[in-house]
Each structure stands twice: as C-alpha cells, then as structure tokens.
C-alpha cells in the first residue's frame, strides 16, 4: 500500500486543525505550541502527518522485534509537541484513510457517541 497522497495528508490536516480548534482551552487533546506545519507541510510534504504516514508504509509489514516505533518516525525537532493521546489520534486518523474507513467510522461514532 503506498502512502497517502498530499491531497488526502491535506483533508486530514484541515480536519485536524478544525477539530482541535473547537476544543476548550485546558483540553488536554487541544495542540498547543506546534505550528500547523509541524503538524503538516503542504508545500514540502513534511510534517508530524508526513512522517506517521511514510513510517507506517515502511513498517507495515515489518514483523521483527527491532522495527523504529511511531514516536521515532516523528522528526526530533517538534515530536515533544505532541502528546502521546495527540499522536496516536493523529496515527488513527492517518491509518483509517489509507485504509478508505474513514468516512464509515466517523458515521458509526456518530451515531454513537452523537
């Protein structure tokens, strides 16, 4: 499988931003000091989504003990930015496009948790 498009890294990008701007202050999933481009590039195609996104695609079928773990991928520069809660949604968002369920999981949470 390869990796997401920019296109599709942007949708999730502009979804995420939107999303956490609507969290209260003090929310402890609410990203507070990284830049959106930390959190993704457009222009570059770089970024915290980039860099989840180019790990899985290169760990996905990768089944021995001495594989790099997702907070590895992430670049040193801004990986203290996010919280591990942060990063692991962010992983989810990212895993649930590449695998086209995005869409159908957000409906059936929805109607859920709506």
Known sequence: MATLSGSDRTKIWK???RYWSKL???DADKVVGAS?????N???D???I???DNWFDTHVANTTSDSV???GAINASYRAKFTSN???FMGSIIFMVRAGRLAEAARALAEDLG
């Not at 959106?36 to 993704?40: A, I, M, N, Q």
Request: include cysteine; charge should be neutral; charged fraction near 15%.
């Open 69 to 71: 773990g997702a907070n």
């Open 15 to 17: 979804g995420l931003m």
């Open 50 to 52: 980039a860099d989840l």
């Open 46 to 48: 770089t970024g915290c």
């Open 24 to 26: 209260p202050q003090g």
């Open 86 to 88: 942060q990063k692991f």
């Open 36 to 40: 959106k481009y930390e959190l993704y």
């Open 42 to 44: 457009p222009t570059n």
